[in-house]
């Protein structure tokens, strides 16, 4: 499922795929994304390339899921870089930089 939150900035995408579930943030206020792989009790957060994520202004429900998903997500478009976390928990520098959206997220879980 996916919500967009207009007045906040946000999009939720929900993934309800049993091993394969999965939470993820878009927070366009703040230029991050956030997924939470519930198998891996991770999260992974990375910088909004514009070049690859389409602006919150251009993202409707039935061509998000179906058109820019597969964009996104081809293998062979590279959009991220690897870099992990420091510690388990962020520090409240990170969340600052992050927001409280991807907090709730991701709080507890290792980073990456």
Not at 29 to 54: G, H, Q, V, W
Not at 76 to 89: A, E, I, R, T, Y
Request: glycine share 4%.
């Amino acid at each position: 499922t996916m919500t967009i939150h207009n007045e906040n900035n946000i999009v939720e995408v929900h993934v309800r795929a049993g091993l394969y579930s999965s939470d993820t943030i878009f927070d366009y206020l703040r230029d991050y994304i956030a997924t939470r792989l519930l198998s891996r009790n991770a999260c992974f957060i990375m910088k909004i390339n514009k070049e690859y994520i389409p602006d919150l202004r251009e993202i409707g429900r039935v061509a998000f899921e179906t058109e820019t998903m597969k964009k996104i997500y081809s293998p062979k478009n590279v959009w991220v870089q690897f870099q992990s976390g420091h510690s388990v928990f962020a520090s409240v520098k990170d969340w600052l930089v992050y927001g409280k959206h991807i907090e709730r997220l991701c709080s507890g879980l290792p980073l990456y």
